[in-house]
């Protein structure tokens, strides 16, 4: 498996930012092809000492790297990712990485 995480950084308007993202942004990200899975933190993102610089996160999983590369350059990977410059004021951060259970 290979994963996805994008780290949405606190948005001018939360309320906004929440409802574009799960009235129009899952929607559509839920398009791209390869998805297996897609899960998004719920309440405060915290850190050991307290708040985060992250309103929100997105754990996006595929069979491989390489599959994140062919649903990136897809038509639905393409409008995904042009659609977080209208809702995500407070910038995004996106990591990509295999991974293995242990």
């Not at 994140?68 to 407070?90: K, L, M, P």
Request: glycine share 6%; no cysteine; proline share 5%.
């Amino acid at each position: 498996m290979a994963s996805l995480v994008v780290m949405y950084g606190v948005p001018d308007d939360a309320a906004a930012f929440d409802r574009h993202y799960f009235e129009h942004h899952v929607p559509l990200a839920k398009q791209i092809p390869g998805l297996r899975r897609y899960d998004v933190s719920t309440g405060l993102v915290a850190t050991p000492a307290g708040p985060s610089k992250f309103h929100l996160i997105a754990t996006l999983e595929f069979d491989d790297m390489a599959a994140i590369q062919n649903a990136f350059a897809s038509a639905e990977g393409q409008a995904a990712a042009a659609d977080v410059q209208a809702f995500a004021t407070g910038g995004a951060e996106m990591i990509m990485f295999d991974d293995r259970q242990v």
